[in-house]
């Protein structure tokens, strides 16, 4: 069996025809023009705005007209990352899924249910002649997955509607009704390099951590390889005298660093002092790590001889920043204590010739405390003498309690399903957020099927639970409350 052919099949063959139109985040217009002829080919209202988001319309169905308007909004973009071994070219190749038992995955690459599958949702709703709703709306939008470009380029006079139905949630059941917002701060700062004196150099390097998603992991006590590092460091700077050549750790601002590797410069008579410095940070971390880390490893080998080192003072001020900067989580949501409200990521740390640069992602669901931990970490980083700044900022979603469409949602689940629904607030970006700022008055809602490992090679989605979740969504839009 093939992937287009999964029930429900109007979610299923969009989908497929999503696979074949490559749709990288930065490189959209051929899935662009692609909704746009797959519109026209329908008779289906459909434009592009001027961020590259496309709008679709559809008129409700006979004597649901009084119905609230409904905007689906799912992204087109999906994040390009593949196994080692893969030889895909995310710009001109398809995407190659297959079925595994309950689940679609794809050969070696992303799949691109997130958020493909939310994208298949609404057109699947927008072709089907035989349903009952009232007025649709779709957004697809562009780029949520690096700069959430779509959404924060939104025009006031683009959408009409007025709920909000956001299909970017991975897990079935649950309804998300506010997110965090969260904003880097970034720190930068050039410096003359001194010749290196005499010595041997040692490359250091810890790897084997888990890392993971910066927000909705940042709560499970895993260990940021920049943390770790600097502590070496400060160890080998302070303990034997070594001159640090480089250090680079992290390589995205929101996944949780799992790897760090530094160059150090000793002298040649010290190199059994540092290995033995080493082999015991190794044997720390294990220890406090223990159950959570368990692929953990700090190893030393022979780097080639360097010309240049970062000057001590530098070194010392930048070892002092990454070890004064949080990291982690700050607290959690005072009434409901069992979601973070604040944390931050201690992303990238990269320095050598003559640059140092590093980057932290700070979260919070409340605006003062976004403003609190982003201005403690910038501290660390001013003091040091970086140029730091903010970047990137996007505002909370701040969850309506009082939400009309979440109390018809809550109870459709159950009369549906005879079970209850999860109403959640999460440690993540969600484009709702944006949304309401230019569009105070939807009531938005985030959910969908059930995905697992999004933004890695191994992402599948659970075919039984598109089947649930498309089922409710119709249900849902049967029982839209009038205007
Ligand atoms: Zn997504």
Known sequence: MEVKDLEPKGIWQNFHLLTQVPRPSGHLEKIQQFLLDWAKDRSIEAFQDNAGNI??????TPGMEDRKMVTFEAHMDMVPQKAADSSHNFLTDPIATYIDGDWVKAKG?????DDGIGVATAMAILEDGSLRHGPLEALFTVDEETCMYGVNHLQPDTLQGDILFNFDHESEGEFVIGCAGGMDVAGELDYQEEDAPEGICIKLTLQGLKG????????????NANKLMVRVLADAVTELGAD?????????????????????????????????LTARWEKTFQDEYEGIEEGLSLTAEDAPKADKIVPEEICDNLIDAVLACHNGVLRQIPAIPQIVETSCNLGIVKIGQGKAATDVLVRSSRESMLEFLGQSVNAAFAMAGMKTQYQGRYPAWQPNNQSAIVAVMRQEYKNLFGEDCRVEVVHAGVECGIIQTVYPHMDAVSFGPTLRSPHTPFERCNILSVAKFYR????????????
Do not use: Y
């Open 109 to 113: 690459t992303t799949l691109g249910s």
């Open 244 to 276: 640090l050549v480089s250090w680079e750790g992290g390589n995205m601002r929101n996944a949780i660093p799992n790897r760090a590797e530094a160059v150090l410069l000793i002298e040649e008579d010290q190199k059994a002092d540092l290995l033995a």
């Open 55 to 60: 709008v679709m319309r559809k008129a409700a």
């Open 212 to 223: 993971g998603h910066s927000g909705l992991e940042i709560n499970l006590g895993r260990a």
């Open 472 to 483: 409710f969504v119709l249900k849902l839009l049967e029982n839209i409350p009038t205007k």
